[in-house]
C-alpha cells in the first residue's frame, strides 16, 4: 500500500513539474490544498488559494523555468506525507532574455484530500549548481 502512495506522490510531482515548466500559474494552484502554503525562496508566502495563485503568476511574469526533480525520499504516514526532492535545470529571465543555471532543495509536505494527494506546504532554496 505504502509503495503505491509513492507512486501516486511520484506522479504528482511529475505532473508538477509539466506545470511549471510551461508557467502555467491555475494549474500549479490546483495541485494544492485549500489551506496550502507555497513558500518560495526571497519572497513572501502564498497561503491560500488566492495567494498561491497570485504568487505563481508573480513568479512566471519573470521568469522560464526549464527543470527537473531528483527524488531523494517520500515518507507517507496516513493522509500525510513529504518528499525531499533536489531540482537542477535552467531560468530564463524575462527582463533579459539571460538564461542561467538553477538549482534547489525542495521540501514538500502532501495532505491526502478525497483519496488524492494534494501539496500543503513547499519550500525551497538555492543549491549552488554543479558544473
Not at 502554503?37 to 495563485?53: D, H, K, Q, V, Y
Not at 525520499?73 to 524575462?94: C, D, L, P, Y
Request: hydrophobic share 35%; with cysteine.
Amino acid at each position: 500500500m505504502q509503495k503505491e502512495e509513492k507512486q501516486k506522490i511520484e506522479n504528482l510531482l511529475s505532473e508538477y513539474t509539466k506545470c511549471l515548466n510551461s508557467s502555467d500559474a491555475k494549474l500549479a494552484r490546483s495541485f494544492y490544498t485549500k489551506d496550502g502554503i507555497f513558500m518560495p525562496s526571497e519572497a513572501p508566502s502564498g497561503i491560500g488559494s488566492e495567494s498561491i495563485l497570485k504568487s505563481y503568476e508573480f513568479v512566471f511574469s519573470q521568469i522560464q523555468l526549464n527543470i527537473e526533480f531528483f527524488i531523494e525520499e517520500i515518507q507517507v504516514e496516513g493522509n500525510m506525507a513529504f518528499a525531499v526532492t533536489s531540482s537542477k535545470g535552467t531560468v530564463k529571465i524575462h527582463e533579459s532574455g539571460v538564461e542561467i543555471p538553477e538549482a534547489n532543495r525542495e521540501l514538500f509536505v502532501f495532505e491526502k484530500v478525497d483519496g488524492e494527494w494534494k501539496i500543503a506546504r513547499y519550500m525551497f532554496n538555492k543549491t549552488e549548481p554543479k558544473g
